[in-house]
């Protein structure tokens, strides 16, 4: 069985430019989590999708992120323009309904 | 509001010898507690979890927790450690309760070295 797929696996951009992460959950998952992972640090919940319905995205900066999954099941995750401090690990992740996460291998961002 | 705390943020152990990494929550009420581990370049795995019952819980790879009310805690323990247990820790406590893996808060993790 397929794992969850994320690319780019890493993205160098310079402050102010857009950037774009896309992840493809496991086949049959419904559930798609994008976390934020800063050095140093655990994760961080930035959006959660039930099908294409965005469940909580409390944790969304929402000036300058954005997300979708359309038809329920790829997602992308936007962040325009990038910021010095958005520079992090990106992971997605996916769970049939509200069970365990799988998670991806991540997208590491650096903004210079 | 909950929180957890990994008080060790760097663990060096020699190959075959015990392993306990620690965990402390703070919740109002029963914890739904969770143990990960994230591998250099890899995503995070489950290694196991606690919902009710019987506080000594057994995951994957050899490793179990304990989960102790009266502590806070939720430590994670292993027998003897292999070279291919150097990863990173994390601890995770379920946000609302109810059994959800879905509202996951992560502690800050704990880095494991294993010497040969």
């Known amino acids: 069985e397929a794992g969850v797929v994320q690319s780019p696996r890493y993205k160098i951009i310079e402050k102010k430019q857009p950037v774009a992460f896309w992840c493809n959950p496991i086949s049959g998952h419904n559930t798609l989590y994008w976390y934020r992972q800063n050095l140093g640090q655990g994760p961080e919940l930035l959006i959660r999708?039930?099908?294409?319905?965005?469940?909580?995205d409390s944790q969304l900066p929402k000036d300058r992120f954005s997300a979708e999954r359309l038809k329920g099941v790829d997602s992308t995750l936007k962040i325009q323009p990038a910021e010095l401090g958005d520079s992090a690990v990106y992971l997605c992740a996916s769970s049939p309904w509200d069970n365990e996460q799988f998670f991806g291998p991540g997208t590491r961002l650096t903004v210079l | 509001a909950q929180s957890v705390t990994q008080p060790d943020i760097h663990i060096t152990v020699s190959e075959g010898a015990s392993l306990e990494l620690r965990c402390n929550y703070s919740y109002g009420a029963t914890p739904y507690l969770f143990w990960y581990v994230q591998s250099p370049g890899q995503g995070l795995q489950l290694l196991l979890k606690y919902f009710s019952g019987d506080t000594l819980v057994q995951g994957i790879k050899g490793f179990e927790a304990e989960f102790k009310r009266s502590q806070s805690s939720f430590n994670l323990r292993k027998p003897s450690v292999h070279w291919s247990d150097a990863a990173e820790y994390f601890c995770a406590v379920d946000r609302f309760g109810g059994g959800s893996q879905g509202n996951l808060i992560f502690g800050k993790g704990t880095k494991l070295s294993v010497k040969p």
């Open positions: 999708y039930e099908n294409e319905e965005a469940v909580d």
